[in-house]
């Protein structure tokens, strides 16, 4: 009986009530796709490593990694020779620049085609002699080659470090046989050509195990370990992915975060949609409870609805999230191959748990926004729903209540940081949630109170004003949901604009140099590769060039933490310094660091790994763990674990002779900095490199930068959309709640302009009250960012600094919002006929 | 292996694009010992193949193969700054049959030529006996520590292998018990009517042997003759062979006898050519028309379900021979783990003449139970 009633009612209000039906739905769609888009980058971020490992290593139990880029090949004997191995095969890997393309890297792996690695040949694998002897011969994968536009037999050109190396292409190998979510970019060649073409010659980059049948995993991990000595690690492929994880949980956490707040603006929404909706059917609910219909059944219909609604939400929501996915997944991928060296993500994937993570949180969403007012609803008495609804009243008197609860809340919560918190990774969110909660329960009151204070004097602002007091259950929940978003989004500005001018500011202490040479790999995955003797000749012998500083970089590890680690070359520009050091740095760092074999600690790591001046920082080298004094701790704004430097003598001691990553040149004063920059291309003319002026570095690190929260500010986007659906749902409802109270003013001759100008009005004080309450709110969020959660997750120190201009530019864009919002509910308002005003009402 | 390396080293061995640039089977070539032992850069397959019949102290019975391949890849090795630069594979095939038990282990390598890996020495003029380099080595086998070796102790030749997932190891010497003969003359043996697929080969046909011989963790001394076939060549088969039966016997009477037939698809016999060796080690060649091999009995494998001939009669009017050769177990078939499609039969066979034993023997049968040609 119910279900009939229930299936018959749903569509007869989706009928008459079409535009609050179809806010609820955006809002739910909308909070889905905010939280869907993230997680979907996410996950398949790690998918797109974990599949290229599959791809790569799928059969091996375990892998043997440097601590350093490469390590020595005469260690493959040794794995071979360990009894439970079954079968071994060594790599050697290479990210390479494909000439002529700005943002085209290869995933080179040189393998040793008669071991038993598994290689998804496409067709037939082409003459084997030509392999071994034919050089530049590599097997691309058919996705690479059909977007390169390359047959077997095309040759081209890549680079690592100063080096050209030409290819040509010899087979197909479709590692997507092996998994679907495998870089494109992966491709093969033979190990000695691989060494050979590449300088390469006597090291290798990871041995890939495959154990006898029986051989414990655990147990092989040990005795690998003791067998191969200090210079690598055995991990197992689930360790590499955790790894990733690890590294990439502190930027996904954020994302996530922030997500989440879309989320929680579009429970907003629908809580106020369904109160609204549920006070225009209290009739028929006192009806139907008049009618036998028990308090539970009536409960069951308004979640069942509103859970329905929110499916709805969430079937718009999937796609919609994948869209947003799909159109920001370059710009993220960039950033997590710009900053982890992590593999780009060259697709994404739908997976179930996608979609049930869709479902779930569309219809949970919807359901936890209209659970308190389907509660209230069924509380009530028939005879309380029949007669006249004193619903805003009742939120009137619990004004107070709520607010004292938004002061203590806080409150507590800033004991209980100053107490246990602070000491805990997560406690920035968690003060995060509680300001977003706190704001919604201040609002009621703080509405109230300043409705009350406002004397209307005739039929303009002050009239809209004084309406919104009245209304106080549906308006203050729209003043929340306004708030909260525009907390996130000044809160979230106020951070990166901080954040932005630090790194400026930063710059200006680490740039210091005229011109800036890198080979062109260096822009992928940190390749391990370097300029050549004969560039850096070429480079360092232009007449103009008055001090040169080389710096050798690459990636290490400190304990379980993989760090870059510079060695540099200091002394040769006197006077001036690269790193901006914390206060605490040992009296003579540059000293220290050269005569003491002292470190300098990237502040990122200094606080992760919790070192300061005066420990030592213990890094895995060839020959085993050797501890470093730290000589001075620097503002770092790496991502990842973090950073360290060295002299670059002590580099070469403690980790062998190694080539130079990249070079800075200082000019004599008053050279032409640019023409330098053309000379040395011009010297240099094949050589694949970035040859920068400083403020062209300034501009692309700036660039870079902005490439990073390009995604954030997208979810800013989604949570004012939300926020600013809303406003005009909750107009709409006033619309319609206030038909009599309109008739009243048409019949007693107000015009219908003025009905318009009322409920515009309406709109921009609401914008005007949640951006009021939303900076407040956004000035504590940016400082919680600032000064708690990015110290917790990233480690970076920021200097606080306000762009009003922009600011200024997002309140113009909230209450430009908001009064837009107000538009259509207005009109409505306006076609309000003297004729609506029933008996009743009179 | 996988797919990568059946396609790889099959395409290197058959690949015809590039058989110009090797050397071919000569039948003037110029022979040299001991420097012929050693391996022979330019052809592109040579083999060094031991098989033979031990017995420990306490009786037990083994048959043995123990083979090292040089599988050319490049007649040259590259220029390329990489220890990992190779021209040859090396591969290496032991097993044994425990002829009292009915159990068969085959244990295998395949590595690059390099230092890291394995190789094939040189002979060197200047060396002295002592200080010869190994004629080939490699690494043991994944999970087995050490290497197997070859090498040549001044009359004859010891070698070694272990492999400690099969829980097998042997290491043997020997001494000649004849002199070395050629197999065709001058050693230019024909594997074609035309002449155009023929190797370079000679073998010992009675080599002393001893050593140790574990199994299972247990060790015999074990003694007994063996038959070593060395034989290097660029081409052999013709397209439409597809396989071969080779014999080699050791009678009683101090004579032995190799044979082999090469098989075309549909299992006729398209070449066949054998040597007796007479006791005083002189040699007579056989053309296919001097001898009948007939096959008497079947085996099929349960593991590669290839059907194998397992009993023959074979005669030699010539030579007054009229031969039942039994196999000493069914079960005799190597099936490599490492290149998924390799699968051959090496074993151990006993000679009835009149029902009664004359000799002993072993055989090799491939081309079974495939449609592709053997790797080797």
Known sequence: MMRRYFVTAMAAHLRTGGSLYLLTILGVALGVAAVLSIQIINRNAIAAFAGSVKAVSGEAALSVLGYTPSFPEDLYPRVLSTPGVQAAWPLWRAAVALSGRDDGMLDLIGVDFFTPVDIPWQGEPGDPAAALSQPGWVALTPLLAEQMGWRVGDAFTVSRGSRLVRLTVGALVDFHALNPLASPKLAVMDIAQAQSLFGDAGAIHQIDIKLAAGADTAAMRTRLQEHLGPAVRVVTPEQREAQAKGLLSAFQLNLTALSLISLFVGVFLVYSSTQAALVRRREEFGLLRSLGATRRQVFALIITEVGLLGGLGAALGLPLGYGVAQANVRVVSATLSNLYLLEEIARLEMTTWLYALGIVIGVGGAVVGALLPALDMARRDTRALLSAFTLHETVGSLALRLFALGVALPLTAAVWYGLHGRHWQHAGFVLAVVLLFTLPLLTPLLVRELCARIRVRGFGLGYSLKGLGVRLQTTSVAVASLAVAVSMLIGITLMIGSFRQTLSVWIGTSIQADVYIAPASWRGTGSDGGLEPHVMATATSHPAVQAVDRLRRFHGYTGGRRISISGVEMDLAPGRSRFPFLPGALPNPYGAMRERRGVFVGETLARKAGVWVGDTLPIHTPIGVQRFPIAAVYYDYSAGDGAAAMDLRTMTQAFGPGPVSSTALYLRPGTDVAAVVEELQAALPDAPLEIRSNRRLREEVLAIFDQTFAITRLLQFMSLLIAVCGIALMLLVLAREQVSELALCRSLGARGRQLFGVFVGKGLSMGVMGLALGSVGGVLLAGLLIYVINRAYFGWTIQPYVDWGLIAQQAATILGAAVLASLYPALRARQTSAVALSRDDL | ?376
């Open chain 2, 1 to 376: 292996m996988k797919r990568a390396a059946i396609a790889l080293l099959i395409l290197a061995v058959l690949n015809p694009a590039a058989a110009n640039d090797w050397k071919r089977a000569q039948p003037d070539y110029a022979w040299s010992f001991p420097r012929d032992h050693w391996a022979h850069a330019g052809y592109k397959t040579e083999w060094w193949y031991f098989t033979g019949h031990l017995q420990a102290e306490d009786g037990r019975r083994f048959g043995y193969q123990f083979t090292f391949f040089r599988v050319g890849v490049l007649p040259a090795a590259p220029h390329t700054d990489s220890a990992w630069t190779a021209r040859d594979l090396i591969m290496g095939h032991a097993a044994v049959s425990d002829l009292d038990r009915n159990d068969h282990r085959f244990s295998e390598v395949i590595y690059r030529a390099i230092p890291l890996l394995g190789g094939f020495g040189a002979w060197s003029q200047r060396a002295s006996e002592a200080s010869l380099p190994l004629i080939a080595w490699s690494r043991a086998p994944a999970g087995t520590p050490g290497k197997w070796r070859l090498a040549w102790n001044g009359s004859g030749f010891d070698f070694d292998m272990r492999d400690d997932a099969q829980a097998l190891s042997f290491s043997l010497s020997t001494r000649p018990g004849k002199p070395l003969i050629f197999q065709g003359p001058n050693g230019f043996s024909r594997k074609t009517q035309s002449g155009s697929g023929a190797s370079l080969y000679y073998s010992f046909t009675r080599l002393q042997t001893s050593g140790q011989l574990s199994l299972d963790g247990q060790t015999w001394q074990v003694s007994g003759e063996s038959w070593m076939d060395k034989e290097f060549f660029t081409s052999v088969l013709s397209p439409h062979q597809l396989g071969w039966d080779w014999f080699s016997l050791q009678l009683d009477d101090r004579r032995e006898v190799m044979l082999f037939l090469l098989r075309r698809e549909d299992g006729i016999i398209d070449f066949a050519s054998g040597t007796v060796v007479h006791p005083d080690g002189s040699t007579t060649y056989l053309d296919g028309s001097a001898f009948t091999v007939t096959s008497q009995a079947r085996w099929q494998s349960p593991h590669t379900e290839g059907v194998y001939p397992s009993r023959w009669r074979l005669t030699i009017p010539r030579e007054q021979l009229d031969l039942e050769i039994v196999v000493e177990m069914a079960d005799q078939e190597n099936r490599s783990r490492l290149i998924g499609t390799l699968h051959y039969w090496e074993g151990a066979v006993r000679l009835l003449q009149n029902r009664l034993p004359v000799g002993k023997g072993y055989v090799e049968l491939t081309g079974y139970g495939t449609s592709s040609r053997p790797a080797l």
